[in-house]
């Protein structure tokens, strides 16, 4: 209404008449006051430019008790947008992934390019877990020869269990003889990603790569090591229902431990004729997976 007034030469009362609104909706002034929230948001947005409403909303709903519907207006209002490019890609018949169901069952490699202020390139490599999306492992390099992922992967392994795949694109370091001949050894199955989906083999060290400056490689390590932490336990996921990785696998641990106690087989262990062997419940719930200790 206030566009038509500016645009023609016409009364409130004609304009009102013709788009059929009572002249005191058209006088109607909001009274409310957004100015906390647009200060808040504009935090937010600096400290995380890559994140849309939806994860500023969970901030601001711990903090204030917002609704999510006005953050969404006050967002938009204030032209905080991220700007998405969308690319054509070649469209090919592909197989479709298998669903997973347990953490360990693939794992996600990828590599990832910077460079420091003094002009010193150097590289990133980040395993994730593709079902709980918990970084397993991320570290900055000069270079990555297959030796030295091998090295990573195992400490990952140590840490946190052998996954039964990983997921990778062709690059030179995962199709060289030593890798292929590591992943026989470990009985660990190589997967490749999907044409044109160059996310399957996780998107980790992008959003934190985009937004920092690092003075040398020792900062870029310092640097990515926190956002390690940060990525596994503060970020939240949408494909998780917006749950952190690590409270994702907490709970998805508690529900898998409720389980294996109702399939429970009642049989003495150790003496006590009252104990229940949950062993044998785990090995049917999840065959070949040994990353799960009661």
């Known amino acids: 209404m206030r566009r038509l007034l500016e645009e023609y030469t016409a009364s409130e009362r004609r304009v009102c008449e013709l788009m059929a609104v009572p002249r005191s909706s058209g006088r109607y002034r909001s009274r409310r006051d957004d ?3 647009q200060e808040r948001l504009r935090e937010l947005a600096r400290e995380h430019p890559r994140f849309g409403y939806r994860r500023l909303y969970l901030y601001l709903h711990k903090e204030t008790g917002v609704n999510h519907k006005k953050v969404q207006r ?3 209002e204030l032209g905080l947008m991220v700007k998405r490019t969308r690319r054509k890609h070649l469209r090919r018949a592909i197989v479709p992934r298998p669903a997973l169901t347990a953490p360990n069952q693939e794992w996600a490699l990828d590599f990832a390019s910077d460079v420091t202020a003094a002009g010193q390139r150097f590289r990133v490599l980040g395993v ?3 079902f709980t999306r918990q970084c397993l492992a991320l570290e900055a390099a ?3 020869p297959s030796r030295r992922v091998t090295r990573l992967l195992e400490r990952a392994i140590a840490e946190h269990g052998k996954p039964q ?3 990778s694109d062709n690059g030179p370091e995962l199709t060289s003889r030593h890798y292929l001949a590591w992943a026989i050894e470990w009985k660990i199955d190589l997967v490749h990603i999907q044409p044109g989906k160059p996310t399957q083999n996780g998107k980790l060290p992008y959003e934190y790569l985009n937004t920092s400056w690092f003075w040398n490689l020792f900062d870029a390590r310092r640097k990515i090591s926190a956002w390690k932490t940060e990525y596994s336990s503060r970020r939240p996921h949408s494909s ?4 952190t990785p690590d409270e994702f696998a907490r709970q998805w641990k508690a529900a898998f431990l409720s389980k294996a106690k109702l399939m ?3 049989q003495p262990h150790h003496g006590n004729s009252d104990g229940l062997r949950y062993a044998p419940a785990l090995t049917r719930l999840l065959p070949g997976q040994e990353m799960i200790s009661t």
């Open 35 to 37: 100015s906390r929230i």
């Open 74 to 76: 006050v967002y938009r």
């Open 128 to 130: 994730i877990d593709s």
């Open 142 to 144: 000069t270079s990555f």
């Open 165 to 167: 795949a990983i997921r």
């Open 240 to 243: 998780l229902g917006y749950l």
């Open 264 to 266: 429970a087989v009642d």
